[in-house]
């Protein structure tokens, strides 16, 4: 049985039109003589809208409550896409998360995929051909339904075609692929044919839209081909797939830019073992996503502590921290959130020197001052005000010539 995974986002489902474009897509795979599984997003603003009136309700919604509210988007986008599927002849259902089942974690909002009952779902499609998915969902080991976090149904679709080994899982969305950067800010962005799932993770944690992290994470472990395009054109998009050589020529891929962070700096604690244990144990605990640290020289027997977190969790974090204060004894808290994050990204960079002073260079003729700086075998990541942001991308998307193919570069080095 040949099953093709298809993921279809909330743009691709926005009303009955969108809706029949997925239609002729679907049938065009079943015409093949391909079993489809298509997995769904809820509604284009759907999601927003149920999370505004959850709100409306509630200052603060109970956690497994807004699972069973903001799941009802997905339920409307299957149900609504199976029936057009049988009125055009298709054998087709629906199939929610728990009917599958998509086994998950207890962490309401951002749970885990644990485990998909491959031989169940396959079964299926005896009876069917085409089988709708509402992504973003699964329930846990209590039957509770839950969701993935934002962006879930990406990671719905790869660990559906990682669990019945699809050859490839087509994530269609509104864009026609991965590009250098965000065309929106810089025109001469370029479509990527090919990247590495290493480079589409560091994309994706750098503030790529395109591709949830959880889903890279999912097709990497599993080696799953995921195909990047769109929705709304029948041109190739991006393969998401392990690099090869020609990928490993290539000295940086990517520009990306994360605008959803702020800086917070613990002053003056004691420059002593189990200080960092102290401030940053309990944001873990709390699911604080700390990303770029920076520990001051030493003065007097004390320091300062800082480093970056989601915009999201700074109410958290501060609240968490002024426990933390009493407890180490620290003289002050700063926050800032006019900071983002730019980063340039390639496999290419493990086997070069030189592309940070690159970086640098261009970002210093621009005056742009860097903040903080962190780095991996294959990113380096900037904190830089972020009045300066779109300037700091297209300054780096230049300096390395990305709008070129690899082979018209001329100063790689």
Do not use: W
């Not at 395009?229 to 393969?239: H, Q």
């Not at 189990?274 to 604080?288: C, D, N």
């Not at 959130?337 to 970086?359: E, L, Q, Y």
């Amino acid at each position: 049985m040949d099953i093709v995974v298809l993921k279809f986002g909330g743009t691709s489902v926005a009303g009955l039109e969108r809706m029949r474009r997925v239609l002729a897509i679907v049938k065009r795979e079943v015409a093949a003589g391909h079993k489809v599984a298509v997995v769904l997003s809820a509604m284009s603003g759907e999601t927003n809208r149920l999370l505004t009136q959850a709100q409306e309700f509630s200052p603060e919604p109970d956690p497994a409550e807004l699972d069973v509210l903001v799941t009802t988007g997905e339920q409307i986008s299957v149900a609504l896409f199976a029936m057009l599927c049988k009125d055009a002849g298709l054998a087709a259902r629906s199939l929610l998360g728990y009917q599958i089942p998509i086994d998950t974690s207890c962490e309401f909002g951002r749970a885990r995929i644990l485990n998909i009952d491959a031989d169940k779902f396959r079964n299926h499609f005896a009876d069917h051909d085409v089988l709708a998915v509402a992504g973003f969902q699964g329930c846990d080991c209590n039957g509770r339904l839950t969701t993935l976090g934002r962006g879930g149904s990406d990671t719905s679709a790869v660990a559906l075609a990682a669990a019945i080994r699809a050859r490839v899982c087509d994530i269609y969305t509104d864009v026609p692929g991965v590009f250098t950067t965000d065309p929106n800010i810089c025109p001469e962005a370029r479509k990527l044919a090919h990247i590495s799932y290493d480079e589409m993770l560091e994309m994706a944690s750098q503030g790529a839209k395109v591709l949830q992290i959880r889903s890279v994470e999912f097709a990497k472990k599993y080696n799953v081909k995921v195909h990047v395009r769109s929705t709304f054109s029948d041109e190739p998009g991006t393969i998401v797939s392990q690099e090869d050589q020609s990928m490993e020529a290539v000295l940086v891929s990517g520009v990306a830019l994360d605008r959803n962070q702020c800086r917070v700096t613990v002053y003056d604690v004691l420059d002593q073992p189990g200080i960092a244990s102290s401030i940053f144990g309990p944001l873990a605990k709390e699911g604080v996503l700390v990303d770029m640290i920076i520990q001051n020289t030493s003065r007097d027997g004390h320091t300062d502590m800082t480093f970056t977190i989601p915009k999201i969790d700074l109410k958290k974090t501060l609240t968490i921290l002024e426990e933390v204060q009493k407890r180490i004894g620290a003289k002050e808290i700063q926050h800032d959130v006019g900071v983002c994050k730019v980063s340039v990204i390639g496999v290419g960079m493990r086997n070069h020197s030189g592309v940070a002073s690159r970086a640098f260079e261009s970002l210093a003729n621009e005056n742009v001052n860097i903040l903080m700086i962190s780095t991996s075998e294959i990113k380096i990541t900037c904190l830089i005000e972020d009045k300066y942001a779109e300037l700091a991308v297209r300054t780096l998307h230049e300096a390395f010539q990305l709008d070129k193919e690899p082979n018209e570069r001329v100063c790689e080095l």
